[in-house]
């Protein structure tokens, strides 16, 4: 007998592909080009001047005795990106301990990838604006996992899930590498005395995770002032968050303890959501827990205001002639569009030859190449990087022209090579390298 399908609400139901947007791969990312879209529009529009006052504005936020003010670019690339490369740290852990990244084998090839296509791009850039504008470097060894995995969900069932995973750890180890650049590369005039409040921040939470206190409010507090110490230190805050997520537990919070059935038949129904949720809460880690909480809100609303307060530049005949004309467009361009797919290329076939790392199982070279034009989206770490890179307002928009058009050509690039079915690249037949036996 079939059970009656409860009548769902108008409004339920006009919501209903909004709400199936949400849970695709490619929403997140959807929405950073709409948010990148709509600051170049707006900064480009006749109320271009409104969008220069609003992340500009001042915003001051004091504690204690103890204040900090910002403009609202500011708040937002140094306080939610925290949260953004929070998450950065939780993936880290994640995949270093249980995912792709677990050991040496399965982790081989996409670390010598991520290392492939850092290298490149940054020596590729160095041999254009080495000369004059040698600092930004850094800008195209940048991936962005969304838009890089939203292109491979757009590719279509094609795509085999080990292409998926390779990039996923690739993008894990080009974070770690990001991070590293950014704090040893674009951290500068640091305070001794801060940094020193940070470290005594960083050994209280290793203190209260060892002695087993679960309070969410106790490392938010450490967090905090880890994150204010660092910025009154001049190394970059967002690295607190990263300290943060690296130190999250992996293990699930309750594991021995026995539900007693009973006990939860005799509850009320809402006492008997509440404990199931309870339950359920405590049979996962802190890890996956807090990327469940947080992921949605850097996906759909962190990233995309980022996107906003730094996407917004003035195209004109004159800002492209300036752009074109300086060696940071040609250094970014081609670091990321060129150097981006060859180092990950290179890597992957030196590393297989060697007997280093297997191949991905299923995978051809056209799509391996396809993942590496992928990894060519540099866009927010690439333009955050940028942010760090250069001072002179000229420089920046010269470097986010450059993200913005070889992100978009990359995305595309890694598309129609991901859905051609043409054979020309598929070399899956070639004499496979013997393995270690």
Not at 236 to 258: E, F, K, N
């Amino acid at each position: 007998m079939k059970l009656p399908r409860k009548k769902q609400s108008p409004l339920v139901r006009a919501l209903a592909p909004l709400r199936d947007f949400l849970h695709t791969e490619a929403a997140g990312g959807a929405l950073l080009v709409a948010a990148a879209i709509t600051a170049l529009v707006w900064a480009n529009s006749p109320w271009s001047a409104s969008y220069d006052n609003l992340w500009s504005s001042t915003a001051t936020i004091e504690i204690a005795g103890h204040g900090l003010s910002l403009d609202l670019r500011h708040w937002v690339n140094d306080g939610l990106m925290a949260i953004f490369f929070l998450i950065v740290g939780l993936e880290i852990k994640r995949e270093v301990t249980n995912g792709h990244l677990a050991g040496r084998r399965a982790a081989a090839l996409p670390v010598a990838a991520a290392v492939g296509g850092m290298v490149v791009p940054a020596l590729l850039y160095l041999a254009i604006a080495g000369g004059t504008e040698a600092r930004g470097w850094g800008v195209p060894m940048a991936t962005d996992i969304a838009l890089a995995v939203g292109v491979l969900a757009l590719a279509g069932s094609g795509v085999p899930a080990t292409l998926r995973a390779f990039l996923l750890g690739l993008a894990v180890v080009d974070d770690i590498g990001a991070i590293v650049v950014i704090a040893v590369f674009y951290s500068e005039g640091v305070s001794f005395a801060w940094l020193m409040v940070a470290a005594a921040s960083l050994a209280l939470i290793l203190a209260v995770r060892h002695w087993g206190v679960s309070q969410t409010s106790v490392y938010v507090v450490l967090g905090v002032t880890m994150w204010f110490a660092l910025h009154e230190a001049g190394v970059h805050p967002t690295l607190a968050g990263v300290v943060c997520g690296l130190l999250t537990p992996v293990v699930p919070r309750q594991t021995t303890d026995l539900v007693d059935a009973e006990e939860l038949a005799d509850l009320t129904d809402i006492e008997h959501a509440r404990a199931t949720m309870e339950i359920a809460r405590n049979s996962v880690s802190t890890v996956e827990w807090l990327e469940h909480l947080l992921h949605p809100w850097t996906s759909y609303l962190i990233v995309p205001v980022f996107a906003l307060a730094n996407s917004g530049i003035e195209v004109s005949t004159d800002s492209l002639r300036s752009a074109f004309e300086s060696p940071i467009m040609w250094g970014v361009l081609a670091g990321l569009l060129v150097g981006k797919p060859l180092g990950v290329m290179l890597a992957v076939k030196l590393a297989t030859r060697t007997d280093i790392a297997d191949r991905p199982e299923g995978t051809t070279t056209r799509q391996q190449l396809g993942a590496g034009h992928a990894a060519g989206i540099g866009f927010t770490v690439a333009i955050f990087i940028a942010e760090l890179a250069f001072t002179d307002e000229t420089q920046q928009v010269d470097a986010k022209m450059a993200i913005l058009v070889a992100s978009l050509a990359s995305g595309l690039l890694a598309f129609f090579v991901l859905r051609s079915r043409r054979a020309p690249l598929d070399m899956s037949r070639e004499v496979p390298t013997p393995g270690p036996g």
